[in-house]
Nanobody, 123 residues
Framework: QVQLVESGGGLVQAGGSLRLSCAAS????????MAWFRQAPGKEREFVSR????????AYAQSVKGRFTISRDNAKNTVDLQMNNLKPEDTAVYYC????????????????RGQGTQVTVSS
């Protein structure tokens, strides 16, 4: 069983930066994609970003393009999300997801999903 654990959330002022990290518990985990999602209070969970294996291609939601960067460390089996120029509307619980077969933007179709980390951006 693979567990995904997010870290790096917190409180930051608008315009600031945070770096989220997602670690997979099993070194044998070989995903074809890992993604970040977020859910703001009263809203549905939404796709934020994805990175694929083996080529490393990435995808971003339009709302974060140019501000967020997803990256991976194959040796550590981690995926990071660098978030710059944060805005109050980025406030949400951020979740990591990964799958050995699925590459896409649907939370429900990822086999492994984390518990989330809170990001709060003050104005």
């Amino acid at each position: 069983q693979v567990q995904l654990v997010e870290s790096g959330g917190g409180l930051v002022q608008a315009g600031g930066s945070l770096r989220l990290s997602c670690a997979a518990s099993a070194r044998t985990f070989r995903p074809v994609a890992m993604a970040w999602f977020r859910q703001a209070p009263g809203k549905e969970r939404e796709f934020v970003s994805r990175i694929n294996w083996p080529g490393g291609s990435t995808a971003y939601a339009q709302s974060v393009k140019g501000r967020f960067t997803i990256s991976r460390d194959n040796a550590k089996n981690t995926v990071d999300l660098q978030m710059n120029n944060l805005k109050p509307e980025d406030t949400a619980v951020y979740y990591c997801a990964g799958d050995p077969n699925y590459r896409g933007s649907s939370w429900a179709l990822y086999q492994y999903r984390g518990q989330g980390t809170q990001v709060t951006v003050s104005s």
